[in-house]
């Protein structure tokens, strides 16, 4: 499988994309697009990576839907990236999770607890927390919006300083 990645810019640091076929493979606060792609499901993990210049970007079959959206979400619309189609694996919960995770609208914030109710398995709080901790699609999946149960931002794989800033920007739009 051939993907096509891209870094752009944004004001949370650099932002790269993995795309294949019009979904979303891998995204983050990152520009090491390789650690991106190394999160991916073996099943569904490009054996070949095209990188795109940002300004190149929008002109891209692939990469133009999704970084619209990134622009589009840090112009204030954070609706924009929940309209990207995101692709996925792991198991049924996993996949299941990640879905549920996707109906979390922005300026939301769940606690494990109540993401792991949403997922009709309300005593399964651990499996909901590392379907946040194996999400390879950041933002386009807000595993973001999940806080622990005090309310505490809890972790985040590209640092609390940006989990609070996304936080912060959604609840102002």
């Known amino acids: 499988m051939t993907a096509r990645a891209t870094t752009l810019a944004t004001p949370d640091g650099p932002f790269s994309l993995v795309v294949s076929d019009g979904a979303v493979l891998a995204s983050g606060w990152t520009d090491d697009v390789a650690s991106l792609v190394a999160l991916v499901h073996p099943t569904l993990r490009p054996s ?11 002109a891209d079959p692939d990469l133009a839907e999704p970084a619209k959206a990134v622009a589009a ?5 954070p609706h924009a990236v929940g309209r990207v189609p995101v692709r996925q694996r792991s198991g049924s919960y996993r996949e299941l999770a990640w879905d549920v995770l996707r109906q979390v609208g922005p300026g939301e914030r769940v606690t494990y607890t109540e993401y792991a109710a949403r997922t009709g398995r309300p005593a399964a709080v651990r499996a909901a927390a590392g379907a946040c901790a194996t999400n390879a699609a950041a933002l386009f999946v807000p595993c973001h919006r ?3 149960s005090d309310g505490s931002l809890g972790g985040f794989r590209y640092g609390l300083a940006i989990k609070e800033r996304l936080l912060a920007r959604e609840a102002r739009a």
């Open 48 to 58: 070949d990576v095209q990188e795109v210049d940002a300004d190149d970007a929008s």
């Open 146 to 148: 999940v806080l622990r």
């Open 73 to 77: 979400y840090y112009a204030g619309d």
